[in-house]
């Protein structure tokens, strides 16, 4: 009687972290690809307090770096399959480039 | 017509040279004969152009530009004369990391020549910190400059830091009105060497294969008679008359690029690693007094 309590606690726990964790991953964190010289996708709309993540697949490096004056966020040189990631704290209109190949160009929109 | 070399070294250089061209341009015709069957004179300057090195690459396109980069010195090493000196057209490194920068600096020792450098893209992933630290001296600006050698005035731009989104690179004003002020005193017979990264014509733009105020930085040297402008960043040869302009391109010695608009990206061309000598190259320019023509040589590191 104790065993199966303990068990059906257990069940429940385990369904809520896996519900919390899905929650988490959908509302906080967003990919952009940096493939074959573009940012995918282009345009990203996301809410407030959202972490973006780029990852370069590409054989050559690029940046991600804020096209506003002053910039507001900047990544260094990213070698293939390194990551930079950005949490966006305030709604607004982000645009960006690779300072390398500056056009390539992208936008997160916070809302 | 010149290539610089003696008959000896010109048959030397043939044999492993391979598809190795000369070219020279006289009043703006553009000819081109294979290397063996050039006439040589050994008088006047001769200098080399070496370009993207991308030491620190090593995806699949080139795993070893240490030993790419270490051949092509080894060729300039070998020739005869012996250059005046080296020029570095950019991407010396992959990364912009110092033990890049000082990987590369130590390969070049080998040629056993001065180098002028400026930089490439890559080499300005740190905002500089490194190239100025190591090249900057002497030098205005973002490490542009100029000096003289055997009658000819060469001018060192730098076209790979003013990046605006959505445009092509730009030289930007400070440096163009520089570069007024270097050339006024010239008489408009000097021939004028200039060497920059990125090309100072539209090659491809929708690549960034450009330089958006090159126009005007050129309308600078209208009056002079013979103006040879050298670049990298495209990793192929390429070249371009504009009335008493020439452009040429240069070779990598660590990858090559697809022709331009013939792929999706710029990305490295992967072709088979017996094949990849046969792509990598240095570039031999060569200037007699009196002449009005610059003979370049575009030579690949094997057949």
């Known amino acids: ?111 | 017509m010149t290539d610089g070399m003696n008959r000896r070294g010109l048959l030397r250089c043939g044999a492993w040279a391979g598809a190795g061209l000369l070219w020279t341009v006289s009043g703006g015709v553009p000819r081109s004969w294979l290397l063996g069957d050039a006439s040589a004179a050994t008088e006047g300057l001769t200098f080399v152009q070496i370009s993207d090195t991308h030491i620190g690459f090593n995806k699949p396109a080139n795993p070893d530009t240490k030993a790419t980069m270490t051949a092509a010195v080894d060729r300039i090493a070998a020739l005869s004369p012996k250059p005046a000196f080296l020029i570095h057209t950019g991407d010396i490194t992959h990364l912009s990391k110092p033990e890049e920068f000082d990987t590369a600096l130590q390969i070049i020792k080998g040629a056993n020549a001065e180098v002028h450098y400026v930089p490439g893209e890559h080499d300005w992933l740190d905002g500089g910190d490194g190239f100025r630290q190591r090249f900057g001296q002497g030098t205005k600006g973002d490490g542009w400059y100029s000096f003289n050698a055997g009658g000819v005035h060469f001018i060192a731009l730098v076209n790979v830091v003013d990046f605006k989104a959505g445009s092509l690179t730009s030289l930007g004003a400070d440096q163009i009105a520089w570069m007024k002020d270097d050339v006024s005193g010239l008489s408009a017979s000097t021939p004028i060497v200039v060497f920059t990264h990125i090309p100072m014509w539209a090659v491809y733009p929708k690549w960034g294969w450009g330089t958006a105020d090159s126009a005007e930085a050129l309308g600078n040297l209208a009056r002079f008679g013979s103006v040879t402008v050298l670049n990298g960043h495209i990793h192929q040869v390429l070249q371009k008359v504009e009335g008493k302009v020439t452009f040429h391109t240069a070779m990598s010695t660590a990858y090559p690029q697809p022709a331009p608009g013939t792929a999706a990206a710029p990305g490295p061309l992967k072709v088979p690693a017996d094949k990849l000598r046969s792509v990598l190259g240095i570039r031999e320019v060569a200037y007699v007094e009196g002449q009005e023509a610059l003979a370049i040589t575009d030579t690949r590191l094997s057949a």
């Open chain 1, 1 to 111: 009687m104790r065993l199966r309590y303990v068990a059906l606690l257990a069940l429940l726990g385990f369904g809520l972290l896996i519900r919390l964790g899905g929650g988490l991953s959908a509302a906080e964190t967003k990919e952009v690809q940096i493939d074959n010289y573009s940012f995918t996708p282009g345009t990203l709309t996301v809410p407030v307090g959202t972490t973006v993540t780029w990852t370069n697949h590409d054989e050559t490096p690029h940046t991600v770096v804020s096209a506003d004056n002053p910039r507001s966020f900047k990544s260094s040189g990213l070698d293939t399959d390194d990551k930079f990631s950005v949490t966006f704290t305030k709604p607004g209109s982000y645009s960006y480039l690779c300072t390398v190949h500056p056009y390539m160009t992208g936008k997160i929109v916070v809302k």
